[in-house]
């Protein structure tokens, strides 16, 4: 079984910096995109950003040149940094990994549980 779990979530001030960590576990042989998602509270899932095995990111519109993705290959590792955070921001934020090969089964999409993002104006 796949486990993603996310950590780095918490209140942050408008204009502040957050960092966010996922880790995936699970007799994992390869994943091919990884990546977060976010949900606001009445509105539906959007994919944030999602980066490939050989690191071509990519982002939605509204986070462009203020979040970076990273990732850790050996370790089965997606970062998020987030910079100049603003209120419309907020949102419970999922881990994302795609095509996940582990050594009894292939997984074609995997979340994990959210971390929550608050950013105060």
């Known amino acids: 079984q796949v486990r993603l779990v996310a950590s780095g979530g918490g209140l942050v001030q408008a204009g502040g910096s957050l960092r966010l960590s996922c880790a995936a576990s699970?007799?994992?042989?390869?994943?091919?995109?990884m990546g977060w998602g976010r949900q606001a509270p009445g509105k539906q899932r959007e994919l944030v950003s999602t980066?490939?095995?050989?690191?071509?990111?990519n982002y939605t519109d509204s986070v462009k040149g203020r979040f970076t993705i990273s990732r850790d290959n050996a370790k089965n590792t997606v970062y998020l940094q987030m910079n100049g955070l603003k209120p419309e921001d907020t949102a419970a934020y999922y881990c994302?990994?795609?095509?996940?090969?582990?050594?009894?089964?292939?997984?074609?999409?995997?979340w994990g549980r959210g971390t929550l993002v608050t950013v105060s104006s």
């Open positions: 980066i490939t095995t050989g690191g071509t990111a």
């Open positions: 994302y990994a795609a095509r996940v090969v582990t050594e009894i089964h292939t997984h074609l999409e995997v």
């Open positions: 699970g007799s994992i042989v390869s994943i091919d995109s």
